[in-house]
DNA sequence: ACCTGAACACCGTTCAAGT
DNA sequence: ACCTGAACACCGTTCAAGT
């Protein structure tokens, strides 16, 4: 890449984290390139769709995700290690709000420049849930593509204003039942 | 309301259902009226917003799917009623793609067109559930708010194409999620 | 190679002018 | 009293023309 081209590839890539974190995921591409005092073809030659972007923006979020799974297999709590993760995906989501619907979308759409990593999240749950199932900890008629459902779930409510007050809650109640219950 | 401009008002809310269920809650306005063969302004005045047009469209709905909570409040089983009750909404939202969002955000909007409407489910919703837990099927410690919000998750889920075929199981687990288990 | 911005086809919303 | 549609301020996307 030319020097100028990475110059711009990375501003753009610095104002859409920006702009994205002042008004969602869902916020305007010509305000992105106005504001990064680009042409609005350079934004879209750097980045062909809105998926494209926001993949560049959140791929090393994503790895980091999934390196937090693979380190929270070592714990020797599997369950609470299952839950803490879900934690921590849900707190990701919200901080990139509106970034759950493109997700879902491409976790089946092999097109979508997300769906390399939604599935890479996809399975490293998956990796969690089938220990804390081994373990007896977990309902064993789950999968992770079930598990991704309710992460997503979740994660939609936790957008909604209104939802704020009871988020804890509502986490508990759908987390807890993936669990087996210990009686 | 003058004969003509209640014709309007009439075919514009029968334009609206095709087209909404044709592309969802979130389809072009200006298509709306284009199609009605009526001036845009003419939809504005009817229906100052999207709210107040989807809820001119749904009212009935609303109000059928309140007195179905009423008829399944005389029931012998009434974690059974719940969860019918539960079922009918979902199977009402997913017929009406993209009505789920202005919903949840209109619940605590006492401006919204759509308030009313809300309130009068998430209450019908509260007295299933009421005599549910008085009858120690369901978990003490919901609301009315809580379980408006597992619906409010279930129709978004069941609005993402991709999670079609594993609507059943999702729906079985977060509903299951508000019972008690027997043992 | 890369960048620019006009052009195109859309929106939602408002409001002066018409009947 | 009601209707119309132009006007305004936005979008996303493409692409000829420039450097």
């Known amino acids: 890449m030319r020097a100028d081209a990475k110059?711009?590839?990375?501003?753009?890539l610095d104002v859409a984290r920006t702009v994205f974190s002042e008004q969602g995921n869902d916020a305007s591409l010509r305000d992105i390139a106005?504001?990064?005092?680009?042409g609005l073809g350079t934004l879209y030659r750097h980045f062909p769709t809105r998926?494209?972007?926001?993949?560049?923006?959140l791929r090393s979020s994503f790895e980091s995700l999934a390196a937090r799974a693979d380190e929270l297999q070592a714990s020797q709590d599997c369950a609470a290690a299952l839950l803490e993760w879900l934690q921590e995906i849900i707190a990701?989501?919200?901080?990139?709000?509106?970034?759950?619907?493109?997700?879902?979308?491409a976790i089946e759409d092999h097109e979508s420049a997300l769906h390399a990593s939604c599935v890479t999240l996809r399975t490293a749950g998956a990796r969690l849930l089938a220990r804390a199932q081994a373990d007896g900890k977990a309902r064993a008629d789950l999968d992770g593509a079930e598990l991704f459902d309710l992460i997503a779930a979740l994660a939609w409510l936790r957008e909604q204003?209104?939802?704020?007050?009871?988020?804890?809650?509502?986490?508990?109640?759908?987390?807890?039942?993936?669990?087996v219950r210990q009686s």
Chains 1, 2 share one sequence.
């Open 7 to 12: 110059k711009n590839y990375e501003h753009l």
């Open 34 to 38: 106005r504001r990064a005092g680009v």
């Open 51 to 57: 998926e494209a972007l926001l993949e560049a923006l």
């Open 92 to 105: 990701f989501t919200h901080e990139h709000r509106g970034v759950i619907a493109p997700m879902v979308s």
């Open 161 to 179: 204003p209104s939802h704020a007050s009871r988020a804890d809650r509502i986490f508990g109640l759908i987390a807890g039942a993936i669990f």
